[in-house]
């Protein structure tokens, strides 16, 4: 945490600022307490960069409306059942939401909400010490009723009331442990750590969308590990992720294969370094990519057999793609997501064996061809998939994927190898051959684009000819 002066003069120029300001004195003259809460306090005290600004009311969601309307020119009833009132106020869109206090029941995926009356009742029912601080404004008062600020100095997440109670509430809170453990670099209280174990299960009734969502924010946090193992030894991970937790479990107490789990997680974080490297550190998380680098294994424990003293995992490329798309489908994510990452998974383990023999080009185009649009990724997995010890090993794998990216580029400028077609499209292929649409017009294509990936560019006279000699055989 910075010194308390720096922050302090941090939560003032947030104080100071336009919106924030009209925001403020609104509120106040209309008789209802307004703060700013939440993440943007904990951040300003620990000298993280503000991005977004929550902000609470004692003020019913019809009240804040008329406080609001008078200030703004555009309002949004964005969550009014749950007490929250978005506008545009001095350029910026904020949103501002009544006290509070939210309960699960038992068998619901949806929180009941009730309006609370004092900020210290909304800030207890928050999920961690460290996001239950509020600033009053406009008197600057910082209110602080769990000790969060003593857990800033200790770097500990804890709740703050019972965690039993806590994650029984809001199951969600188990999983956001694990992403602020990552984000914030944090230490997890041990009686919080106990309940969300002895909770676990309780996440069942969390939809799939917020789980997911969840999910993301953890693989976007600069070093999502630490949040990864305390879901997997947690027991949580297997309620929604239970792939992961599989790769403990199939590990091979005699020592025939290398640790399985440790290595994704260590795929996982030199993918990260290398994402960083490439695209700059200002770029946001490439999350497909972590995704595909954190399972890109999983097909292991299904495909896992152990032959003349060793061990071997036919296959588990294809296994685990199949997977990913069901696990992935599960959770929710968009298509193009699933799509990439289990086209990453059945493609990781492509390159290896190119430092043995390497490959014409005919081979590389069709690497080219299969990655289509996650061929920079597939180069960063490919990288990162290289743990071995073995330094002599390891300089030969990179410096053979420092050839096939060379030749890749080469190739790429040569022959607009991004967009590998044959000479001859559809039409022309119909025109020449006399024939009209239909299965044969597709053959004819995919030869074509056989010789296409084999050879190179053929120019439409060496083409036609080509397609002549085929159709003549098809007959």
Do not use: C
Not at 228 to 248: C, K, N, S
Not at 265 to 290: F, N, W
Not at 442 to 455: F, H, N, Q
Request: proline share 4%; glycine share 6%; charged share 30%.
């Amino acid at each position: 945490m910075r010194p308390l002066a720096e922050s302090m003069r941090a939560l003032s120029d947030i104080a100071a600022s336009e919106p924030v300001r009209t925001l403020a004195n609104a509120f106040d003259a209309a008789g209802h307490e307004f703060a700013l809460v939440g993440g943007p306090v904990r951040d300003a005290l620990i000298g993280r960069r503000v991005t977004d600004l929550d902000f609470t009311t004692s003020a019913r969601p019809e009240e804040t409306e008329q406080v609001l309307a008078a200030v703004s020119a555009k309002i949004w009833h964005v969550g009014q059942a749950f007490g929250t009132i978005a506008a545009r106020v001095a350029g910026q869109t904020v949103e501002v939401t009544t006290y509070r206090a939210e309960t699960y029941r038992d068998d619901s995926r949806k929180p009941e909400v009730t309006f609370g009356d004092t900020i210290e009742d909304d800030l207890v029912r928050r999920d961690f010490s460290i996001n239950a601080m509020a600033l009053l404004l406009p008197e600057m008062k910082l209110v602080d009723v769990s000790g969060g600020v003593e857990d800033l100095l200790a770097g500990t997440i804890r709740t703050p009331g019972a965690p039993e109670t806590s994650f029984s509430d809001d199951p969600l809170r188990i999983l956001r442990a694990a992403r602020f453990a990552s984000q914030l670099g944090f230490t997890v209280a041990e009686e919080t750590r106990d309940a969300m174990r002895d909770l676990a299960e309780r996440i069942d009734i969390v939809s799939a969308e917020r789980i997911r969502d969840e999910l993301v924010k953890l693989l976007g946090a600069d070093d999502p590990i630490a949040g990864i193992r305390l879901l997997v030894d947690a027991g949580v991970a297997r309620r929604f992720l239970p792939e992961l937790t599989e790769l403990v479990s199939a590990q091979d107490e005699l020592g025939r294969h290398k640790d399985v789990y440790e290595h994704s997680l260590t795929v996982l974080s030199q993918a990260i370094e290398l994402e960083r490297h490439r695209h700059g550190a200002d770029a946001g998380p490439d999350i497909v990519l972590r995704l595909a680098a954190l399972l890109h294994d999983i097909g292991k424990p299904a495909t896992r057999r152990f032959e003349r003293g060793g061990v071997t995992f036919h296959h588990h490329d294809v296994v685990g793609a199949k997977l990913a798309r069901k696990r992935l489908r599960d959770l929710r994510f968009d298509n193009a997501t699933i799509k990439s990452v289990s086209r990453l998974i059945e493609l990781h383990l492509r390159f290896f064996g190119y430092s043995d023999q390497q490959w014409t080009d005919a081979a590389v185009r069709r690497y080219v061809r299969d990655a289509g649009a996650v061929l920079e990724q597939l180069h960063i997995l490919t990288r990162a998939d290289v743990t071995t010890r073995n330094r002599r090993k390891a300089e030969r794998l990179e410096h053979a994927y420092d050839d096939i990216e060379r030749r890749i580029a080469e190739l790429a400028e040569a022959e607009e190898l991004a967009s590998v077609r044959p000479d001859l499209d559809g039409e022309r292929i119909m025109e020449i051959l006399e024939i009209p649409p239909g299965p044969l017009v597709g053959r004819a294509y995919k030869y074509l684009l056989e010789v296409r990936l084999d050879e190179g560019p053929l120019g439409e006279p060496e083409a036609t000819r080509r397609l002549l000699d085929w159709f003549a055989k098809e007959k």
